[in-house]
């Protein structure tokens, strides 16, 4: 939605709605709680009826440790994950929570897409701060691609150390730059439980 008053308001608005959904719903599934979460967020803007389009990206995860299966369902973000020295990638929907919605996508769910975990896995989910900041000494940005080959290399590290490799990756790749974006990187490690 952009940055600012609309970015903060959607938020808040997301929050309350994503606590109503998982707490008072009780629904767990990832992509159902999208398809909740849009429908809120529409309802809740009265978007059908304004001119009011403001959307956001997601990305969200559930890890059932009794069956190893961890879900994942994206409204545009991705889900990367390393398992047994592989690097994975599972595409978001490309539609928005909100926003402008067309007709046919306004009919398609979003899909909760299931891993099982049979190794070690490390997991990450982001929105596109990190992969679309400037460099200062390129003038262009990183790139999604650059992005998931770093999180390939450091994967096997402590998460507070990759946490700190990031960050003087980007400080030293932005230079002077303006930080021209809201930046989350949320990284996650599961190793499947014997059943």
Not at 35 to 53: A, C, F, I, M, P
Not at 73 to 85: F, R
Not at 170 to 185: A, R, Y
Request: glycine share 8%.
């Amino acid at each position: 939605t952009g940055h600012g008053v609309p970015g903060a308001f959607l938020s808040m608005i997301s929050y309350n709605l994503l606590e109503n959904i998982i707490e008072q719903k009780k629904i767990f599934t990832p992509g159902k709680i999208l398809d909740e979460l849009h429908v809120g967020v529409r309802k809740t803007l009265r978007q059908k009826e304004t001119s009011n389009r403001d959307g956001m990206d997601m990305a969200l995860c559930c890890y059932d440790p009794q069956t190893n299966i961890l879900e994942f369902a994206g409204a545009k973000n991705p889900l990367i994950y390393m398992t047994e020295g592989k690097i994975h990638r599972v595409k978001g929907d490309i539609k928005p929570i909100g926003g402008i919605i067309h007709e046919k996508s306004e009919q398609k769910h979003f899909q909760s897409k299931s891993i099982e975990i049979t190794a070690p896995t490390t997991a990450y989910i982001f929105s596109d701060g990190f992969a679309d900041q400037i460099g200062e000494e390129t003038g262009r940005k990183l790139m999604t691609k650059f992005f998931r080959n770093l999180l390939a290399e450091i994967h096997h590290k402590p998460m507070e150390e990759q946490k700190e490799i990031l960050e003087l990756f980007l400080k030293k790749w932005q230079g002077n730059m303006e930080q021209i974006d809201d930046i989350i990187v949320i990284g996650f490690k599961v190793s499947p439980n014997k059943i």
